[in-house]
């Protein structure tokens, strides 16, 4: 089946999930570009699960629409395009690791010599086949942790898909597998293939997307680009660091909340977010008069860990939240 | 299609490559075969010991008994006759602690005693050192009751050559089962028949049902079935390891089968080569509509209960809530098995007809009925059709469970969660 016309890999309408004590995903919305890597962040319980597994029909949503380059997300064979890592991993552990994979790419429809070939090729790419030792045919539950993550990351990918959705990649994952993850996810993107993972980690985020989604308690709180996400808070950042006892002789402009909304002190420097309707210009002016010796004052993009905190936040920040990754 | 049948062949190769199967496979017709050869051959181990005369009788019934007994004790040519001490009967007690030390000596190997009590057909008594061997026993018996008849009927003035052989008479009851369309085999080895096929139904279906749970669950243990249903439809899922299962249970039936008609060929030859007396096992008089029929129940009654298991599995998280949580479906395959004797002893009351049109015990039933009896075809046609609505319904709950059940991984649903799970699932 070839994609159509459509320039979006995946779009979302109006998607509502409701369960019996709570809702999932409210109203959401989004469109994944043709082609980008995609993140969509959010803290523990936002909805992110919830949303991959209606995109995959594996769950139904109450009400909304999803396509899938352009076509119902629901019509046949459509799932076949798509390859996916669940955030729960597993694979059945009495089997042999080829056989496995064979079977996972039957389901995708690939015939078996085609499979046999891909499975061959996967295993030397992330080093399980070597000349001395061959672990595809060797049984999952032999296999360390780490190679069960990588043939389960074959499994994904063994059928070509053409839309690539991971949830929550890199947990558990050490950071030799991170980087090969990371590695394969910008060789995807490089082939045309369009890449969807969820994430709380932003700096992974940060370095791999094209564009984000920030959802939380199940909405939508900001999608974009993220050059664009990273444009639309520019000026609004500042990082400021002093001479001497500089900080104690400015106290009083740094508590000043008409001026500042929130002042992160990371010991040298502090990461100053501007109150609504304050300019840096109007903050610099204070801090002279106010005789403290400035070392730096310098205009900053924000980080998405800022602006994921400072998203999330004003819908009110939840547990199980970290920003670091 | 092709996704079914990628399902149904990982279900099928990972099972049979695996060493359980193929020891169960191999083992169990090991097994059947030494049930039937063993016994035989067992027997032959009870029969009477050669030196079974060499006994002492104390004969105190003034009839010419312990004569009678002595005479037709089996002995060999070589072993000592008996040895038989005519006494009064107030002397039993000394004449009897004088036998004692011969025994305990070892000069007899026991001795029986015989008094009015014996003769009126009451008792007698022996002992000895082979009192607990069976085979001993049950010839002196034998024995004995055929002297006292004897002595009886000489009492009667029956011409005493007449009367031993009245007293030998051993007539066998041959059983022989009438049916509506005339005779119709052995009805002894019908009913055996009929109980052993329910019995293996039974076995068979909670073994595969069982082996479905247990795959169930170690899929969603495992968190692989997250990837499976992201490409496989959960019916196709459902089906395909119902399915899967199935064809290995019945790889395994036929090869128990086969290797168990053989061992019954085989079996008089060998029992012969090894010395036991045997007759060859007389086979069920089953027709081939029959045979067709009775396998059809095993599939469907395998279907029926299997995705039951199957939905069980999907709403546990371990075996341990796993067996609580199948124990209604096990009572629906268990209640037919508590009725077997019911049915087996009378096939055509009305329990047992309706027991064979209920769809969950019809599979179990009705073969049973269908070879102990004659059932109408159109009885048979309609319990097929009701367990075939029974199948359909079971697996469109089962699906709709599995579906949900899936990828829950809290406790265990209420009832009431379970019904919303039911309604919810598309």
Known sequence: ?325 | MAKLWAVIRREYTERVRSKWFIFATVFGPVLFGALLILPPLLALRTKASADLADIVILDATGAGLGQRIAASLPRTALSPRPRIVVVAPDSLTAAESLATHEVVRGDKRGYLVLDAHTLAGDSARYAGRNASSIGDMEAITTVLRRSVLAVRLAALHVDSAAAVDIAALKPQLATERLSERGRAGSGMVNAIAGFGIAFLLYMSIILYGQTVLRGVIEEKNTRVSEVVVASVPTNTLLAGKVLGVGAVGITQQIAWFTTGYLVARVRVPILHALGAKAEAIPFPSVTPGAAVVLVLFFVLGYIFYSSLFAAVGAMVNNEQDAQQAATPVIMLLVAPILFLQTVLVNPSSTTAEVLSWLPFSAPIIMPMRMVVSTVPWLEVGLSIGGVLLACWGAVWVAARIYRVGLLMYGKKPTPRELLRWIRSAH
């Not at chain 1, 974009?224 to 001497?244: D, I, L, P, T, Y």
């Open chain 1, 1 to 325: 089946m070839h994609p159509t016309g459509d320039t979006s890999a995946i779009s979302i309408t109006r998607v509502t999930k409701r369960f019996s004590a709570h809702t999932a995903v409210r109203d959401l919305s989004l469109t994944v570009p043709r082609g980008a890597v995609y993140g969509l962040l959010g803290p523990n319980g936002a909805g992110k699960t919830t949303t991959i597994r209606m995109l995959l029909d594996i769950m139904e949503p109450d009400e909304g629409s999803i396509t899938i380059f352009g076509r119902p997300h629901t019509e046949r064979g459509i799932t076949d395009l798509i390859g996916y890592l669940p955030e729960e991993r597993g694979l059945y552990k009495k089997m042999q690791v080829r056989r496995v994979l064979r079977f996972l790419a039957a389901i995708k429809g690939v015939p078996g010599k085609e499979a046999d070939r891909r499975i061959t090729s996967w295993l030397e790419r992330l080093g399980l086949r070597t000349p001395d030792r061959d672990w595809g045919l060797a049984k999952v539950d032999e296999l360390s942790r780490g190679m069960q993550q990588k043939v389960q990351f074959i499994g994904t990918l063994l059928h070509d898909p053409q839309l690539v959705i991971l949830d929550e990649p890199f947990s558990g994952l050490d950071p030799i597998n991170a980087q090969s993850l990371k590695d394969i996810m910008v060789d995807l993107r490089k082939e045309g293939r369009t890449v969807l993972f969820s994430t709380h980690l932003m700096e992974s985020a940060e370095r791999l997307c094209d564009s984000i989604c920030i959802i939380a308690h199940g909405e939508k709180v900001l999608d974009g680009g993220v050059a664009e996400v990273k444009a639309r808070h520019a000026g609004r950042f500042v990082a400021v660091a002093f001479n001497g006892n500089g900080a104690e002789t400015a106290a009083a402009v740094l508590n000043d909340r008409a001026l500042i909304a929130r002042a992160d002190d990371s010991n040298r420097t502090l990461e100053i977010q501007l109150a609504e309707g304050a300019d840096p210009q109007q903050l610099l002016r204070r801090l002279v008069e106010s005789g403290a010796s400035i070392a730096r004052f310098e205009l900053v993009q924000p980080s998405l860990h800022r602006i994921f905190l400072d998203a999330v936040g004003a819908t009110g920040v939840e547990e199980g939240i970290t920003g670091h990754g």
